[in-house]
């Protein structure tokens, strides 16, 4: 979507206003998980439009999976 808009954070919005849609960037990669499900957390996505913070609901992860 054109309207999307990227940020940039070191953890998942937990305040403001947001729009569906809205990519928050992790700026803290490492790589998690255990052996065989390895992941970086790539960043978070905004699944609706308001000023609620509640992780799962309002926002879900964006997992890279390594492979290791």
Known sequence: NPNDQIFADTAVPSSG??????LVLNLL????GTPGARYILFGWRRLNTG???IFQTDWVEIRLFTGN
């Open 51 to 53: 000023n609620t913070n």
């Open 17 to 22: 206003t947001w729009t569906i849609g809205d």
């Open 29 to 32: 990669f490492a790589e998690l």
